[in-house]
């Protein structure tokens, strides 16, 4: 039979098809769930199968969001997927087929690297379609990188998470632009609504972090790693000696102590001392960003999307951001946020103070567009459709294919 491509009337599903068992099962592979986008995004796709009446597994070496994964009615498979040990590779490739065949798979989906082989390897053993999410312009300044990276554009279709990513995967890798599909991260927003963020909420963090009442926050979200520029911006308000604030740096160092204890030394021979702060990791970003005067994503590499420009606008915030990779693309640019050359610390200054001496009128202008934007085009519920309808897409072709093939 045909794959289903529309919902059904009783079945209440949004259009995942359906296998010839009636239940699609979709198997996504990712190193491990401790934190992040890729991780984030896994979670999002696997409640989307279920609520569309499909089977959601995800295979991965395990970690702190496990237990939010199986809320959302997945199931977790337990697997060494974070090693790039070509044996462990190979063995993993075995457990992967053996898993397909037993859970009955109907289709693969590699989220990172080193599982992506792994995955490839058990769905060609399989004959199970290989999908892929293409999440970052990953280095090639070493021997065998190109190839190492290769495998995130072998899939039957390969999800691009901004148009940024789907140039470079065509020009990279000179792939067929048909089997390139765009779909941007999505923000969530049930969680970064301006109305769903309590007063009480907001105070408590300001107390916590111990702000100072009535001085503009530039807000820096990002784990403390060098390339998200947190050096840069701390140079850049240096040089904003007229301007009152306090720049507040948020993320987790993740046993980064040296670079930690480097941002702090500079933040006294910069003599930002009562001008800045590192606050660590929070975890409730969406009152972070209703206490923000400005957004900055000041990343030095260009990003795949760039999620923290996605969820500031949902915020109705103004937005500073490095004029490469994802983020630009979300914005309005001189609408909803300001953009610089990348490195160039008096363009990043003057988008700062630009920022900062909005009047009330255009700041209330800007966070309607802002937040209109985001929820027409970033939506997380637009990401999740994007993805199931790639799944349809390769699920239908494969009926096809097999209709056309004689008995």
């Not at 999002?44 to 199968?49: G, K, L, P, Q």
């Not at 991965?60 to 498979?77: C, D, K, N, Y």
């Not at 969530?188 to 109305?195: G, I, M, R």
């Not at 500079?266 to 972070?288: H, Q």
């Amino acid at each position: 039979m045909t794959v289903n491509l529309q919902a059904s009337e009783t079945d209440g599903s949004i259009g995942v098809p359906r296998s010839e068992s009636g239940r699609p099962v979709v198997l996504q592979v990712l190193p491990a769930l401790e934190t992040g986008g890729v991780e984030r995004g896994t979670l999002d796709i696997a409640a989307a199968i279920v609520r569309a009446g499909g089977t959601a597994l995800v295979a991965s070496a395990g970690g702190a969001m496990v237990h939010a994964l199986q809320r959302t009615g997945a199931t977790h498979i337990e697997l060494p997927l974070a090693s790039k040990n070509p044996i462990t590779l190979r063995r993993n490739a075995t457990r992967l087929a053996t898993l397909i065949e037993t859970q009955g798979v109907d289709l693969v989906h590699a989220r990172s690297r080193a599982p992506a082989w792994s995955a490839l390897w058990a769905a060609r053993r399989t004959g199970r379609p290989f999908v892929t999410t293409f999440h970052a312009p990953y280095a090639l300044n070493l021997p065998f990188k190109k190839l190492y990276n290769s495998v995130m554009a072998r899939g039957a279709r390969v999800i691009c998470i901004s148009d940024f990513i789907r140039q470079h995967v065509q020009r990279t890798y000179g792939i067929d632009a048909a089997r390139l599909r765009l779909v941007h991260r999505g923000v969530d927003l049930e969680v970064f609504d301006p109305a769903r963020v309590s007063p009480e909420r907001v105070i408590q963090l300001a107390q916590r972090w111990r702000l100072p009442d009535g001085l503009p926050v530039i807000l820096l979200p990002g784990r403390l790693t060098r390339w998200k520029g947190q050096v840069d911006l701390l140079r850049a308000a240096a040089k904003l000696t007229d301007q009152d604030f306090l720049l507040v740096l948020v993320g987790d160092d993740q046993g980064r102590t040296a670079y930690r204890e480097e941002l702090e030394s500079l933040i006294r021979r910069l003599k930002l001392e009562a001008k800045a702060m590192i606050a660590g990791p929070c975890n409730d970003m969406a009152a972070a960003y209703m206490l923000s005067d400005v957004v900055v994503s000041a990343s030095t590499d260009p990003e795949g999307f760039g999620r923290v420009v996605g969820e500031a606008q949902a915020m109705g915030r103004p937005v500073v951001a490095s004029n490469h990779g994802g983020a630009p693309e979300q914005l309005l640019i001189n609408e909803t946020g300001l953009v610089y050359p990348p490195g160039d610390l008096d363009a990043l200054a003057e988008a700062l103070r630009e920022a900062l001496t909005l009047d009330e009128d255009a700041r209330r202008a800007l966070a309607e567009r802002a937040i209109a934007r985001v929820r027409t085009h970033f939506s997380k519920d637009a990401m999740c459709n994007g993805t199931l309808a790639v799944y349809r897409e390769v699920l239908n072709d494969l009926e096809i294919q097999r209709l056309s093939t004689p008995a």
